[in-house]
């Protein structure tokens, strides 16, 4: 079989041109350092090589959402730090405020203090992390989530979800507490109460601690003169009742503005307890005993859990001076166990935050071993030989050197050579 000059170039730069291809390919794996550098390469292979590279972005995603989950938890955990170190100086306060021997100017002193730390609260509620985000407002992070309304109370405008960022395929971490749950449901003896609401009574007890009693008290035989001052909604009623043969509990039902006779059958009722009649005398309840000792005492309304500025349920005695008893709420003595209940519950959201916190970094060293794993596996998969692939480069390159070599000979030999 002969061969043409011309088919016999065209073999050999089709060879060149394959060694060309072979000699970048290895020269691009040098470069890189991968051993699939284009699909084509090894289709199958590439295929594998591009899940894992998808399964290790998305691991770095989860990263980066546990990294942020740390920081927001990090920084609940700070703001409520802060939010118990403040409860720790009201419970200080009202405890000196109990103590008999404070002026009213000592009083007004205390409750200038606590209006400037109930003013932190409420900043330290409405903390944003570096992004802007609302750290306790759930789902609603761009909004304020805690506002004063015209009547001085703060109201929460956040929902009661709790922002969560992904930390693996099927873990969602929470990245602080829900608003609503930490500072609007303290658990009281009374029921569920604002943490502002708690603070707003102590404070409301400073203003009126001075000028209203939470007892009433008569020695002389003509007896106690009352009026009942409350709103048209019937409310009960129930105080301790105290006079020369005893003492009892009366409670009365639907109890409004001025309903006397009322009040009064119901301290008839237990007469041969206490020694003291009740009756109803020119628009006003009298209260007489045979020795003339009266104690009216521990004064507790339906619905009046909180002390108020203008306390809207009160007994006023007829005499002179006048004086005003208010409900047990109304007083100091009962801010102390709100205050109290407040800073626990303030005590054990602090420790949820911790425990996601702790969940947060145990899932941080599982994503980092997992990456590890991951990383090595794709660098096994895609990593070249660089040793074998520059060998291979070597030899093509001297393949490359001498075939051009012998072409170039071979291509200035004619018909002429032969017939010599």
């Known amino acids: 079989m002969t ?68 920081e927001r938890l990090t920084m609940a955990d700070t703001t409520l730090e802060n939010v118990d170190n403040i409860m720790t100086q009201m419970r200080e306060r009202v405890i000196a405020a109990n103590n008999d021997t404070f002026s009213e100017p000592d009083l007004d002193a205390i409750r200038v203090e606590v209006s400037e730390l109930r003013d932190a609260l409420v900043g330290l509620a409405n903390t944003r992390t570096p992004d802007g985000q609302a750290l306790f407002g759930g789902y609603n992070t761009d909004l304020q989530p805690f506002r004063e309304g015209p009547d001085g109370h703060v109201n929460y405008l ?3 979800g709790q922002h969560t960022l992904a930390a693996s395929e099927s873990m969602r971490l929470p990245t602080s507490v829900n608003g609503g749950e930490v500072f609007m449901q303290i658990s009281t003896d009374a029921g569920s109460q604002s943490l502002f609401d708690i603070v707003d009574s102590f404070i409301a007890a400073l203003s009126t601690a001075a000028t209203h009693e939470d007892t009433l008290v008569a020695t002389e035989r003509e007896g106690m003169f009352l009026r009942i001052n409350a709103d048209r909604t019937p409310r009960d009623l129930s105080f301790v009742l105290s006079g020369p043969e005893g003492s009892a509990s009366i409670t009365v039902p639907d109890v409004v503005d001025g309903s006397h006779s009322g009040v009064a059958d119901a301290i008839n009722a237990r007469t041969f307890e206490t020694g003291i009649t009740g009756s109803v005398n020119e628009g006003r309840l009298k209260l007489t005993s045979t020795t003339g000792e009266i104690s009216l005492s521990d004064l507790a309304v339906e619905g009046v859990d909180l002390a108020a500025k203008e306390p809207a349920f009160t007994i006023t005695t007829g005499g002179d001076p006048v004086v005003t008893m208010v409900p047990k709420a109304q007083t100091l003595s009962a801010q102390l166990s709100k205050i109290v209940d407040a800073g626990q519950d303030i005590a054990i959201s602090r420790t949820t935050v911790g425990a996601r916190l702790q969940r947060a970094e145990v899932q941080e060293e599982v994503l980092a071993s997992r990456s590890v794993t991951l990383e090595s596996q794709v660098n096994e998969m895609s990593a070249a030989d660089l040793e074998k692939v520059i060998t291979e480069l070597q030899s093509l390159l001297m393949t490359q050197n001498a075939a051009r070599q012998a072409y170039s000979q071979i291509g200035q030999t004619t018909l002429f050579d032969y017939l010599k």
């Open 3 to 70: 061969v043409s000059t011309k088919m016999f170039a065209d073999q050999m730069l089709n060879r060149f041109s394959q060694l060309n291809e072979e000699i970048q390919l290895r020269q691009t794996q040098v470069s890189t350092g991968k051993e699939i550098t284009q699909a084509s390469d090894k289709p199958i292979e590439a295929v594998k090589l591009s899940a894992m590279e998808e399964r290790v972005t998305q691991l770095s995603g989860f990263q980066r959402n546990v990294a942020t989950a740390q």
């Open 158 to 160: 956040g929902d009661g």
